[in-house]
């Protein structure tokens, strides 16, 4: 049974970079499927950010396109989020999704929460 | 960017009791809608696909119809794992968006 676990640092400063990984365990990154992140500050609703597959093709929110990038690494079976030039507002709980090949995310991970404050 | 707005925000109902959410998209998705429930502290769980179809393993208490802009989730016998926050969300058009959620709680 595939299952999403994500990581990273809890805590970034404001103008840092936020990383975060998602494993992906009980299947592989390079099936057929695209691989999602979506976000969730406190108490608001979810934000899609962007998606990749494991050829390296991405699609991302335009609103956070200047700052995002996502990347996978097949030999550690996980994706990868980097968010630059953060602030309070990019404070929220972060979810890696798997998304099926028609397209709804049918599998999610517990998600990560990632406070932005000096 | 398509606009996703449920009704109600919150719904407060009893064990036993059938409940229906709406969505509807600020323009046509055909069926590319999905619904999942959210419960604190656990991953969302994807319930309904393409507006109608059940994610295998979901009872089939839970069920989806609509299409072009109008969507509704109905559970019918409510049971206390039910209550959680449910939300909508068009995979029609990137950047893909989401309803505000809709929180059922016990009456």
């Known amino acids: 049974q595939v299952q999403l676990q994500e990581s990273g640092p809890g805590l970034v400063t404001p103008s840092g970079t936020l990383s975060l990984t998602c494993a992906v365990s009980?299947?592989?990154?390079?099936?057929?499927?695209?691989w999602t992140w979506v976000r969730q500050p406190p108490g608001k609703g979810l934000e899609w950010i962007g998606e990749?597959?494991?050829?390296?093709?991405?699609n991302y929110n335009p609103s956070l396109k200047s700052r995002v990038n996502i990347s996978v690494d097949k030999s550690k079976n996980q994706l990868s989020l980097k968010l630059s030039s953060v602030t309070a507002a990019d404070t929220a709980l972060y979810y890696c999704a798997r998304v099926d090949t028609v397209r709804y995310f049918d599998l999610w991970g517990r998600g990560t929460l990632v406070t932005v404050s000096s | 960017d398509i606009q996703m707005t449920q009704s109600p925000s919150s719904l407060s109902a009893s064990v036993g009791d059938r409940v229906t959410i709406t969505c509807r998209a600020s323009?046509?998705?055909?069926?590319?809608l999905a619904w999942f429930q959210q419960k604190p502290g656990k991953a969302p769980k994807s319930l309904i696909y393409a507006a109608s179809r059940l994610q295998s393993g979901v009872p089939s208490k839970f069920s989806g119809s609509g299409s072009g802009t109008d969507f509704t989730l109905t559970i019918s016998s409510l049971q206390p794992e039910d209550f959680a926050t449910y939300y909508c969300?068009?995979?029609?058009?990137?950047?893909?968006?989401f309803g505000q959620g809709t929180k059922l709680e016990i009456k």
């Open positions: 323009q046509g998705i055909s069926n590319y």
């Open positions: 969300q068009q995979y029609n058009t990137y950047p893909y968006t």
């Open positions: 009980g299947g592989s990154i390079s099936s057929s499927n695209w």
């Open positions: 990749i597959y494991h050829s390296g093709s991405t």
